[in-house]
């Protein structure tokens, strides 16, 4: 099992900045991709970044040249740097991390991010 503690959401302006932090815990030696997802109100759970063991990373149009997605495996906490934030990018974020020998996929339970315009 492994499990996932976000923080760092909160309230911020339109053109603001937060930084979200996941902390992982449990049989973490599995897991190698990481990322992060959002559910905005009324709509589906959307992909918002990942970054790979060895670095590499992938975000959503959506969030591309705004988000940095980073990783400490030392301190095993995932981080999303959200810059010039607009309101659409409110909702509800969550830690995600994908076993590579199980492929089962583990989830946190959300940290809220609201931008007001």
């Known amino acids: 099992q492994v499990q996932l503690v976000e923080s760092g959401g909160g309230l911020v302006q339109a053109g603001g900045s937060l930084r979200l932090s996941c902390a992982a815990s449990?049989?973490?030696?599995?897991?190698?991709?990481m990322g992060w997802y959002r559910q905005g109100p009324g709509n589906p759970r959307e992909w918002v970044a990942s970054?790979?063991?060895?670095?590499?990373?992938n975000y959503a149009d959506s969030v591309k040249g705004r988000f940095t997605i980073s990783r400490d495996n030392a301190k095993n906490r995932v981080y999303l740097q959200m810059n010039s934030l607009k309101p659409e990018d409110t909702g509800v974020y969550y830690c995600?991390?994908?076993?590579?020998?199980?492929?089962?996929?583990?989830w946190g339970q959300g940290t809220q991010v609201t931008v007001s315009s």
């Open positions: 449990g049989n973490i030696f599995s897991i190698k991709t």
């Open positions: 995600n991390a994908l076993s590579s020998s199980t492929y089962m996929a583990y």
């Open positions: 970054i790979i063991g060895g670095g590499s990373t």
